[in-house]
């Protein structure tokens, strides 16, 4: 037997910000590590809306999890999607890309699968109101929201024109927010020279929540200015509003009162809720472990589902005393736990409970306007930008795309140029994969076997705030 045979397993599914963290705590560990995720990269998903805005280009938001990894010799990265475990045992089971199945034996489980969209029930919505959750997403989003403009310039309908400079967002979270701000901000500003037959700046933005304000968690004051803040940018906001139906042309939605309002829309995307992934409940079957709403696993306060101390559980997947659905949350989690896995592997195992130090939350309103809110303290404006963009820098995971973030965000944030506009449509001479879901009636002709551009996701909200 050599060496690397006796040491320990540790098998880690998700290469987000939790599983990161954690495979980077045991890098000097005498274990062998086995970093599973369903991609090959890791995502900095705050700032997805920049990359479906045309700020930045997929590269810079997501790092190949083999590069993040390559000094470190006792890991391994597998790309397959796991798909339950034998909890008795010990092992993971997951499906390579090609569907074949694979097995991983493990001493130590870490649990960081993340959450993915949740439509509260209407899966359907998905079809019509792609979420944002992934780069997939983000792709889809961009071809959207730039198509939109073009199929609105060539539009001979002034209806038709006016559905596709309308665009309406379900959800006034940061996420709702960013985007909101991005789409007002790509019509008046990025846009505004380019069409000879539409004034991208007459394009409508829409925001409607079941709440009473944008940003509630950020406390009354941000969430106030935020408002003001989007008021001024011309998004107009649509609370107290909820959801009844969402199609190929638009929207319903219910006010406070029960009227249900019709809006056309040509673009409807959606950021309103979060669900664990399928894996999660396949590890709670597997374990016995308790779920909350959202299906996220519940644990103790050592972050191990009961009776496994052998399976952690991390990250946006956890459910440990209402903590949001943050970086911070994810990356501390994953220290943790890592912690604790290379302390017993020593032979002491420590019995200090996770403890979650709040760092803060940010939302990006538009270009020199963000809100920050740090402990007592709150920025809001210019002065909330200058902190949001430092917050950012600071946490770009790997150099070469800090760099490159800043080198994108400079024409952006000082000339509105907007360089990473570019989406594939497959058939250009009719357009059709811009909008590859609509039927004949609204696309022009029937795409033989079509099918949604967008992932159809599998309740929860949105992370409540957003740890800077
Ligand atoms: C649009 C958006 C904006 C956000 N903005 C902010 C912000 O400004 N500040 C902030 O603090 N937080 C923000 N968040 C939340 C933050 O991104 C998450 O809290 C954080 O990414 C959670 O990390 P994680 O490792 O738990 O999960 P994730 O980062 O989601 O990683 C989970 C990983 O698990 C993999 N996976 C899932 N299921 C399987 C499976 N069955 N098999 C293999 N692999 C699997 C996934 O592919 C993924 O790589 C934002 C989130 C979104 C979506």
Redesign the pocket.
């Given at each position: 037997m050599n060496d690397q045979d006796s040491q320990r397993r540790v098998v880690i599914?998700?290469?987000?910000?939790?599983?990161?963290f954690a495979a980077r705590m045991l890098r000097r560990a005498p274990v062998r590590v086995t970093l599973?995720?369903?991609?090959p990269h890791?995502?900095f998903?705050?700032l997805?809306?920049q990359c479906s805005t045309g700020i930045l280009s997929e590269g810079k938001i997501a790092v190949p999890l083999r590069d993040l990894l390559r000094k470190q010799k006792n890991t391994d990265f597998v790309l397959?999607?796991?798909?339950g475990i034998d909890a008795d045992g010990r092992r993971v089971l997951?499906t390579r890309p090609l569907g074949d199945q694979m097995e991983f034996g493990y001493d130590y489980l870490i649990v960081?699968?993340?959450?993915q969209q949740s439509y509260f029930g209407h899966d359907e919505y998905a079809t019509w109101a792609p979420g944002?959750?992934t780069i997939e997403d983000a792709l889809v989003i961009r071809r959207r929201v730039f198509g939109a403009f073009e199929l609105a310039d060539t539009a001979a309908d002034p209806a038709e024109r006016s559905r596709w400079l309308t665009f309406a967002l379900v959800g006034a979270g940061?996420?709702g927010v960013e985007l909101a701000g991005q789409i007002r901000e790509v019509a008046t500003k990025t846009l505004r020279d380019e069409y000879r037959h539409i004034k991208p700046e007459d394009a409508r933005v829409l925001l409607f929540d079941g709440g009473d304000a944008p940003l509630t968690p950020f406390g009354p004051d941000l969430s106030a200015k935020a408002a003001r803040t989007l008021d001024k940018l011309g998004v107009e906001q649509h609370m107290h509003s909820i959801v009844t139906d969402i199609n190929a042309t638009g929207l319903s939605v219910r006010a406070q009162d029960g009227t249900v309002t019709r809006h056309e829309a040509g673009t409807v995307l959606w950021?309103a809720g979060v669900a664990a992934?399928?894996?999660a409940a396949a590890i709670a079957a597997a374990t016995g472990a308790k779920q909350d709403r959202a299906g996220r696993i519940m644990v103790g306060d050592d972050c191990t589902i009961p009776d496994h101390p052998e399976i952690f559980v991390?990250?946006?997947?956890m459910s440990l005393n209402k903590l949001p659905?943050?970086?911070?949350?994810?990356m501390q989690t994953?220290i943790y736990v890592g912690e604790r896995i290379k302390h017993d592997v020593a032979g002491d195992m420590p019995t200090k409970p996770f403890r979650y130090h709040d760092l803060g939350?940010?939302?990006y309103l538009s270009r020199g306007n963000a809100v920050v809110s740090v402990g007592r303290l709150q920025f809001a404006g210019f002065l909330g930008w200058v902190v949001w963009l430092v917050i950012h820098i600071g946490f770009l995971t790997g150099f070469r795309n800090r760099l490159g973030a800043v080198v994108s965000w400079w024409p952006a944030f000082i000339r509105d140029v907007r360089r990473e506009r570019t989406y594939t449509t497959e058939q250009v001479g009719l357009v059709r994969s811009t909008y590859d879901v609509l039927p004949p009636s609204i696309a022009g002709t029937a795409l033989p076997g079509s099918t949604s551009g967008t992932e159809l996701h599998s309740a929860g909200t949105e992370?409540s705030g957003?740890?800077?």
């Open positions: 599914i998700g290469g987000g910000f939790a599983g990161l599973i995720d369903r991609r890791h995502l998903q705050p997805l809306y397959a999607e796991v798909t997951a960081a699968a993340g959450v944002m959750k940061p996420t950021t992934p399928p894996v991390t990250g946006d997947v659905g943050v970086c911070e949350v994810a994953g939350s940010a939302a992370p957003r740890t800077g």
